[in-house]
């Protein structure tokens, strides 16, 4: 068997190639029709003046779809159908939008196979990466489904004069969001985003990706079976430059996730209208095997860590730090798992990982790993494309001996690669982990929980994970999730995750006297009569 290499030079694969999962079941064609493409693209804002643009199916390499773009003009329609919409909904109580949410996740978990299918049609992971796209968006209906009350309701603050002067925090929807979302997680970073947009009484334009606009598409029809009014949430499709600027230049607050330098684009263009935007953006996540660590737990943790969505996950870990004392003993268990991982396209369970979603990602990859060998990296397992699988699947990798010249050591390589480093002392791995400009996501493995916690505080990523890979964070709904550095700003989930599409508006009600000179008193009296006050509150310590 033979596969190739970044530069286009066919090799012979090593007897210890990772094993092709079970084949049979459904086909991407036969599970996304020309009916059901034909049936979605209906819910693109899109005039036909904007032309067509093909997809391809990542497991075969075929052409999936064929898609209508939309124009500057289209962004506009889409925008004005949406801002008409968005008051009415609005205007509905915070419950009633909340039921909808709440009906949506029954949707969901009754029709998983459906969104399921087209995942992994776009995307070509697999189908139980797949899953946790529908295991995000349905713990994130549900919260805000149950929550969303609670943090929009209105909030009683101390007035300037207690007794006298009444104050009411209120929270009003922003109006349309602009939501431009990736091809990584599709379902997740288009849904995912626009839960709270919606319940907190916003509509919604959204620019996914085009290639995997499907998944977004399927899940607007499905929330409009679910009770949201068919104008409140519009997609329009088209290139990042051409499209994503109009979006831009028309929202009332952005919410994009993407690379860290489109980020920096988006977030100039808002800034310059003096809109507000929250941008999740890359990483070079660390994982941190400290000396206690149970290394048969943190062996298959590293595996989710590094390799689920091949490694197309922005919160997944690229750089693996182990304690030198169990190096040896950890990289020989963690590789013996990676070179067992079961790679397969089926549109079933069983698989273990799918493959890479363009010939992009697979150059990147197959470019970082050959540079890296080059320059004198060891592969433990993996390192080579496996086009007999299918025309994008790269073998689960890991690097040992990588060093800081490489490309690999710092730039995100976003497919199922990951380098192998060493370290003595606790103090010299946060280091390490956080000489990143990134910071995102990390991940601490120790028997002591006291300890894992103490280093997840020097750790400085959004999000720490203590004995998980990300699930454990990211899964917690309530809990705010983002990047610091150049990962980012902005959070998405808990209270924050729903109050950055709101505007805060405080109510003041003044009773009795004003807060000025009154019933003859001059300015002088005032004053002296007002700094009596002051002193007398702080002394009473009212707030």
């Known amino acids: 068997m033979t596969d190739i290499t970044a530069d286009g030079q066919a090799r012979t694969a090593a007897a210890g190639s990772n094993p092709a999962a079970p084949g049979g079941g459904r086909t991407v064609a036969s599970a996304v029709t020309p009916a059901v493409i034909a049936r979605l693209a209906r819910g693109v804002t899109a005039d036909g003046e904007g032309g067509t643009a093909d997809t391809i199916a990542p497991l075969t390499g075929?052409?999936?779809?064929?898609?209508?773009?939309?124009?500057?003009?289209?962004?506009?329609?889409?925008?004005?159908?949406?801002?008409?919409?968005?008051?009415?909904?609005?205007?509905?109580?915070?419950?009633?939008?909340?039921?909808?949410?709440?009906?949506?996740?029954?949707?969901?978990?009754?029709?998983q196979d459906e969104v399921l299918d087209l995942i992994q049609a776009e995307t070509g992971k697999a189908r139980l990466h797949a899953f946790e796209e529908v295991m995000a968006v349905a713990s994130a209906a549900r919260h805000y489904g149950h929550r969303a009350a609670s943090y929009l309701r209105d909030r009683r603050r101390g007035g300037a004069i207690p007794g006298l002067t009444s104050a009411v925090e209120a929270r009003r929807p922003k109006g349309v969001i602009g939501q431009i979302s990736?091809?990584?997680?599709?379902?997740?970073?288009?849904?995912?985003?626009?839960?709270?947009?919606?319940?907190?009484?916003?509509?919604?334009?959204?620019?996914?990706?085009?290639?995997?606009?499907?998944?977004?598409?399927?899940?607007?029809?499905?929330?409009?079976?679910?009770g949201l009014p068919a104008e409140v949430w519009q997609i329009v499709l088209g290139d990042g430059p051409v499209v994503g600027p109009a979006v831009v230049d028309r929202a009332d607050y952005v919410a994009f996730t993407g690379s860290t330098r489109t980020g920096r684009e988006v977030a100039q263009k808002a800034a310059a209208r003096l809109v507000g935007a929250s941008l999740e953006l890359g990483g070079k996540n660390a994982m941190l095997?400290?000396?206690?660590?149970?290394?048969?737990?943190?062996?298959?943790?590293?595996?989710?860590?590094?390799?689920s969505s091949?490694?197309?996950?922005?919160?997944?870990?690229?750089?693996?730090?182990?304690?030198?004392?169990?190096?040896?003993?950890f990289l020989a268990r963690f590789a013996e798992r990676t070179a067992?991982?079961?790679?397969?396209?089926?549109?079933?369970?069983?698989?273990?990982?799918?493959?890479?979603?363009?010939?992009?990602?697979?150059?990147?990859?197959?470019?970082h790993v050959d540079e890296a060998v080059k320059a004198g990296a060891t592969v433990v397992t993996g390192g080579r494309a496996r086009p007999d699988l299918g025309p994008l699947f790269y073998e689960p990798t890991i690097l040992d001996g990588v060093t800081p010249e490489m490309a690999v050591c710092a730039e995100e390589t976003f497919g199922p690669v990951v380098s192998i480093y060493r370290f003595d002392t606790d103090d010299e791995a946060v280091t390490a982990a956080n000489a990143t400009p990134y910071g995102l996501n990390s991940s601490v493995w120790t028997r002591n929980l006291r300890r894992g916690r103490a280093v997840a505080a020097r750790l400085?990523?959004?999000?720490?994970?203590?004995?998980?890979?990300?699930?454990?964070?990211?899964?917690?709904?309530?809990?705010?999730?983002?990047?610091?550095?150049?990962?980012?700003?902005?959070?998405?989930?808990?209270?924050?995750?729903i109050l950055?599409?709101?505007?805060?508006?405080?109510?003041?009600?003044?009773?009795?006297?004003?807060i000025g000179p009154s019933m003859g008193m001059d300015d002088e009296k005032f004053a002296r009569l007002f700094t009596t006050g002051l002193k007398a509150m702080k002394a009473f310590r009212l707030k």
């Open 62 to 111: 075929e052409t999936l779809a064929t898609l209508p773009l939309s124009t500057p003009a289209d962004v506009e329609r889409a925008f004005q159908v949406a801002r008409r919409a968005q008051p009415a909904w609005a205007a509905l109580p915070v419950r009633r939008r909340a039921a909808v949410l709440l009906r949506f996740h029954d949707l969901l978990l009754r029709r």
């Open 182 to 226: 990736p091809w990584n997680y599709p379902f997740e970073l288009s849904v995912g985003d626009a839960l709270p947009a919606f319940v907190a009484g916003n509509a919604v334009v959204n620019k996914p990706d085009t290639q995997t606009a499907l998944t977004a598409l399927w899940a607007r029809e499905l929330f409009i079976e679910a």
């Open 289 to 307: 095997v400290l000396a206690d660590a149970d290394l048969d737990r943190a062996a298959e943790g590293a595996v989710r860590a590094c390799f």
């Open 310 to 329: 091949a490694g197309q996950l922005c919160i997944s870990i690229e750089r693996l730090f182990v304690h030198r004392s169990v190096a040896e003993d």
């Open 340 to 367: 067992a991982l079961r790679l397969g396209g089926g549109l079933a369970y069983g698989a273990d990982m799918g493959s890479l979603v363009s010939p992009r990602q697979l150059e990147t990859v197959g470019r």
């Open 460 to 497: 400085h990523t959004g999000t720490v994970n203590v004995n998980e890979a990300y699930a454990a964070a990211y899964g917690s709904v309530a809990s705010p999730m983002g990047g610091m550095g150049d990962s980012g700003l902005g959070r998405r989930h808990g209270a924050e995750g």
């Open 500 to 514: 950055r599409y709101t505007e805060a508006q405080t109510v003041a009600v003044q009773r009795l006297l004003p």
